[in-house]
């Protein structure tokens, strides 16, 4: 039987399709925000560092709570004292959803240097360890960074090597590995970051999706209905393509959630379609309480499912 290219390619492409549809698009009940589906639809969390008052730990989620968040992450290995974090969680009554690991640009999983590798597995897996401590369920990870000197199939085998010696620990505290979309040259199609997920062969490996972060190369409900319930949690800023392109790169980020580029209508729908219930952090520019509650507004605006 003789096989044109054209017909092996569509029958390739089906393959892939099925493989895909092989995971459930539901999100995982388990790393929803509300388990059991009651309560917000989402729930909005930032970023410790975004916080730009308060003096003590327990001021700061107080503001943060304050402002209109139901959740605050840390950074991991940090120096924080962890005992007076949850003291002051408890106290306030609010929740650390996970945990962003502090080391993986800085020791990638990918480098090189097998010793700088090691102390980048010894960060995450300390990072694992203080989530499930703190009550969180998710490790924001940089699986690899690709540059000059760095390949890219380097950085596939060697972070899917280092960071696979950790799913184990993972999976038995209850926290998961998540991965973030981030400029690092690396797992640059929905498609591929999915495959990347799904060869860890672990329920407790997924993705922490990033949607301004897409804005610059694609369009975030794309990668949304790509993904699927691999999308475990997200990150919410926003991207500006006419700033990129009159002012720099990296200015395209110099815009408030909701007056840049990004779909919003069409990530909600993407979001729905893929039964998404969870959190969703900020990650911009933070400062006082005022700033905060603009922060959260604004979330609450691009956020908002109809009859939600």
């Known amino acids: 039987m003789t096989i044109d290219r054209r017909s092996f390619l569509l029958s390739a492409t089906a393959a892939g399709v099925a493989a895909h549809a092989g995971r459930s698009i539901a999100q995982p009940e388990r ?9 917000p639809r989402i729930l909005k969390s930032l970023k410790f560092g975004m916080i730009g008052a308060g003096e003590t730990v327990r001021e700061k989620f107080e503001l943060a709570k304050n402002a ?30 996970g945990v962003v690991d502090s080391a993986h640009w800085g020791k990638p999983f990918n480098h090189p240097d097998e010793s700088v590798r090691a102390e980048g597995r010894a960060a995450l897996e300390t990072a694992i360890r203080d989530c499930k401590r703190v009550g969180g369920s998710t490790v924001l ?31 038995e505290l209850g926290v998961a590995i998540a991965f973030e979309n981030v400029w690092n040259n690396f797992l640059l ?21 990033d949607v301004g972060n897409i804005v610059n ?18 990150d ?16 395209g980020f110099g815009v408030e959630i909701g007056e ?21 952090s900020a990650e911009v520019g933070g400062g006082g309480a005022d700033r905060l509650a603009d922060i959260a507004r604004r979330m609450d605006q691009v956020l908002t499912f109809e009859g939600a």
């Open 31 to 39: 790393w929803r925000a509300n388990p059991a589906g009651s309560g």
């Open 68 to 97: 209109g968040f139901d959740g605050v992450e840390l950074d991991s290995p940090s120096a924080l004292d962890l005992d007076e974090v949850i003291e002051a969680r408890d106290a306030v009554g609010i929740r650390i959803p």
């Open 141 to 171: 990870v940089v699986p690899a960074v690709v540059r000059k000197g760095m390949s890219y199939a380097d950085a596939y085998r060697l972070s899917q090597k280092e960071i696979g010696k950790l799913v184990p620990l993972a999976e």
């Open 189 to 209: 199609s929905p498609l591929e970051a999915a495959r990347y997920v799904d060869e860890f062969e672990s329920p407790n490996v997924g993705w922490y999706f």
């Open 217 to 234: 190369y694609g369009w975030p409900e794309q990668w949304i209905d790509a993904l699927g319930a691999r999308i475990f949690k997200l």
């Open 236 to 251: 919410v800023k926003e991207f500006s393509r006419s700033k990129r392109d009159n002012e720099g790169l990296w200015k």
């Open 260 to 280: 840049g580029d990004c779909d919003w209508p069409a990530v909600r729908e993407a979001l729905d379609r893929i039964g998404y219930r969870g959190w969703a």
